[in-house]
């Protein structure tokens, strides 16, 4: 990962680098079908997370510079990135996964949004970050907007998961309709 990219830190998670323990971290919280689906995987197409395949997730975070290791009570519990940073236009997207079970549902994934957000319209003065979210995922949809996330749209039949298609929900936050966490 680029040395120029900053640990951020906020009061219950760190979003940091990572480092050589994080492929045994990573390989151990394995590949948790329920959660899966809601990045959009049939129960049936996921698999056992491999030692190699934990290597090249570690790897791929040299690939990103604006991509970050969630940490929460000294724990690797997930990822967050921006991806398609677009610094003339001002706008990028946003993904999360939490991949720890015993994390999900408290809070820890809106922390890190909200870090993650105050760096791109803070330090990248960037406008306008999207993301989208399968319309299922009620969890997700509920952090984007604990965050500042508003609807925007819906794009019909978008995913075939479990024999059956779900609709995604494209969300954004503006500059200016974001609050940073009071520390």
Same mark, same amino acid.
């Given at each position: 990962m680029s040395s120029t990219t900053p640990d951020l830190e906020g009061i219950?998670?760190?979003?940091?680098q990572p480092h050589?323990?994080?492929i045994d971290a990573r390989f151990a919280l394995g590949a948790n079908v329920d959660?899966?689906?809601?990045?959009? $995987?049939? #129960?049936? &197409?996921v698999s056992p997370l491999t030692r190699a395949a934990a290597e090249k997730w570690v790897q791929n975070f040299d690939q990103n510079p604006h991509a970050w290791i969630i940490e929460a009570e000294g724990r690797l519990i997930g990822e967050?990135? $921006?991806? #398609?940073? &677009?610094l003339r236009d001002r706008r990028a997207s946003m993904a999360i996964g939490i991949y720890d079970k015993a994390f999900l549902g408290r809070g820890f994934g809106s922390a890190a949004i909200?870090?993650?957000l105050g760096y791109a319209f803070g330090v990248l003065q960037l406008h306008r970050i999207s993301v989208r979210v399968l319309a299922y995922n009620h969890r997700a949809i509920r952090a984007y907007e604990k965050c500042g996330f508003?609807?925007?749209g819906r794009?019909?039949?978008?995913?075939f998961v479990d024999g059956h298609w779900h609709?995604?929900?494209?969300m954004g936050v503006l500059a200016h309709e974001f609050e940073p966490p009071k520390n």
């Open positions: 219950d998670v760190r979003l940091r050589e323990g994080d959660i899966a689906v809601m990045f959009g $995987l049939s #129960r049936d &197409d967050i990135r $921006l991806d #398609r940073v &677009d909200k870090l993650i508003v609807l925007e794009e019909r039949e978008t995913a609709d995604d929900i494209m």
